[in-house]
């Protein structure tokens, strides 16, 4: 009986000298005097308790709300700002997308043309159709379904251009949106519509067409 | 709900943090909480998450549970018993037990830091704390 208490008491002790100093300790060892048996189990969980009640017991000091509230509305904020990139970013993609089926639509229906080129009119005339056929269209064609990008360029720089492609003029009826830079994929190939509607992605832009105009709020 | 995550994780900046991150799952979610046990079970949750990560020798530098905690006890049940393991402490036990225990748990202090301060022997000191522990272990599983 006496062992078996001196046992637990030294299995105890291990574990409380183990607790000041658990860098002079390895994982498995710590492991091992945690759980050598029920009662340093029992004990090591009694000292979890303990130490909760003490920072219950300390931790009554009233929380200040508005510092708290502070803090959450700039991690909000934060947030926001991420979740409105992530927005812009999936119209970009949206838009990259519709720019590869275009092109390979293309790829596609210049194939087919050449598939129904009879076999002898290509092995008589290979020359030909190599200087006349694809230089030319090939470049043009490509220019077409080429987005063009606008990197950091003020709205008040890019949206006429692309206005222009559409024959519309822009006004700018809130002047602090003529400064606004950022990164805008235009696919000229794409209605004035749905660009509109992408540069509405922008938080902090609206833009609306009435007739020939486009109008930025 | 700070008070609750500061208890459990001993950690004021990780408790807001983790309160934080609750409010902001609240606010993206279109379902509105039912009530406070709902925002309190939350907090548990994520605190227990929190401390399942941490590494080993944090955990038991800052005494944390080691092994899963499966809490299904009532959130208010458990800070009761947190109150009067409190409550026994300043009761119950003697000197110089209470204050060896008071400075080991409120102070953070080592046992060979109290035994200085109190001009113990170390041996005196971790018997006294360890009787201090059996003591309030037993009275607590009778209970």
Same mark, same amino acid.
């Given at each position: 009986?006496?062992?078996?208490?001196?046992?637990?008491? +030294?299995?105890? &002790?291990?574990?409380?000298?183990?607790?000041?100093?658990?860098?002079?300790?390895?994982?498995?060892?710590?492991?091992?005097?945690?759980? &050598?048996? +029920?009662?340093?189990?029992?004990?090591?969980?009694?000292?979890? /308790?303990?130490?909760?009640?003490?920072?219950?017991?300390?931790?009554?000091?009233?929380?200040?709300?508005?510092?708290?509230?502070?803090?959450?509305?700039?991690?909000?904020?934060?947030? =926001?700002?991420?979740?409105?990139?992530?927005?812009?970013?999936?119209?970009?993609?949206?838009?990259?997308?519709?720019?590869?089926?275009?092109?390979?639509?293309?790829?596609? @229906?210049?194939?087919?043309?050449? =598939?129904?080129?009879?076999?002898? /009119?290509?092995?008589?005339?290979?020359?030909?159709?190599?200087?006349?056929?694809?230089?030319?269209?090939?470049? %043009?064609?490509? @220019?077409?379904?080429?987005?063009?990008?606008?990197?950091?360029?003020?709205? /008040? %720089?890019?949206?006429? /251009?692309?206005?222009?492609?559409?024959?519309? %003029?822009?006004?700018?009826?809130?002047?602090?949106?003529?400064?606004?830079?950022?990164?805008?994929?235009?696919?000229?190939?794409?209605?004035?519509?749905?660009?509109?509607?992408?540069?509405?992605?922008?938080?902090?832009?609206?833009?609306?067409? %009435?007739?020939?105009?486009?109008?930025? +709020? | 709900?700070?008070?609750?995550?500061?208890?459990?994780?001993?950690?004021?900046?990780?408790?807001?943090? *983790?309160?934080?991150?609750?409010?902001?799952?609240?606010?993206?979610?279109?379902?509105?909480?039912?009530?406070?046990?709902?925002? #309190?079970?939350?907090?548990?949750?994520?605190?227990?998450?929190?401390?399942?990560?941490?590494?080993?020798?944090?955990? *038991?530098?800052?005494?944390?549970?080691?092994?899963?905690?499966?809490?299904?006890?009532?959130?208010?049940?458990?800070?009761?018993? $947190?109150?009067?393991?409190?409550?026994? *402490?300043?009761?119950?036990?003697?000197?110089?037990?209470?204050?060896?225990?008071?400075?080991?748990?409120?102070?953070?202090?080592?046992?060979?830091?109290?035994?200085?301060?109190?001009? $113990?022997?170390?041996?005196?000191?971790?018997?006294? #704390?360890?009787?201090?522990?059996?003591?309030?272990?037993?009275?607590?599983?009778?209970?």
């Amino acid at each position: 009986m006496t062992t078996t208490m001196e046992t637990t008491n +030294e299995n105890i &002790r291990q574990l409380l000298e183990m607790l000041d100093n658990p860098d002079a300790y390895t994982e498995q060892q710590i492991q091992d005097i945690v759980n &050598r048996d +029920e009662d340093t189990r029992e004990t090591y969980r009694l000292m979890v /308790e303990a130490k909760r009640s003490s920072r219950h017991r300390q931790n009554q000091k009233p929380v200040d709300v508005d510092a708290a509230w502070q803090r959450f509305n700039q991690k909000l904020q934060h947030k =926001q700002y991420g979740f409105g990139w992530m927005k812009i970013a999936a119209s970009f993609i949206g838009v990259l997308l519709v720019s590869g089926i275009a092109f390979a639509a293309i790829h596609i @229906v210049r194939q087919h043309q050449k =598939q129904e080129t009879p076999q002898t /009119e290509i092995t008589e005339n290979v020359t030909t159709s190599v200087t006349t056929l694809p230089a030319d269209t090939l470049t %043009k064609d490509t @220019v077409t379904v080429q987005p063009i990008i606008y990197d950091n360029i003020p709205l /008040e %720089k890019m949206l006429p /251009e692309i206005a222009a492609h559409y024959d519309v %003029k822009v006004i700018f009826t809130n002047d602090e949106a003529r400064q606004f830079r950022f990164r805008f994929v235009w696919n000229p190939q794409q209605g004035i519509n749905q660009v509109i509607s992408d540069l509405n992605q922008f938080e902090r832009l609206t833009v609306t067409r %009435k007739d020939s105009q486009i109008i930025v +709020e | 709900m700070i008070h609750l995550a500061s208890v459990l994780l001993g950690d004021d900046e990780e408790a807001e943090d *983790v309160v934080q991150d609750i409010f902001l799952r609240v606010a993206d979610s279109d379902i509105a909480p039912k009530n406070d046990s709902y925002l #309190l079970t939350a907090v548990r949750n994520a605190c227990l998450n929190r401390i399942r990560q941490m590494q080993l020798h944090d955990k *038991v530098k800052g005494l944390m549970p080691i092994e899963d905690e499966a809490d299904l006890q009532p959130i208010d049940k458990r800070l009761e018993r $947190l109150e009067d393991i409190g409550a026994y *402490v300043d009761e119950q036990l003697e000197e110089p037990h209470r204050s060896i225990f008071h400075l080991h748990f409120d102070e953070d202090l080592t046992v060979s830091e109290i035994a200085r301060r109190l001009g $113990l022997n170390p041996n005196t000191a971790y018997k006294y #704390l360890m009787q201090s522990i059996q003591q309030i272990r037993h009275h607590f599983e009778k209970h």
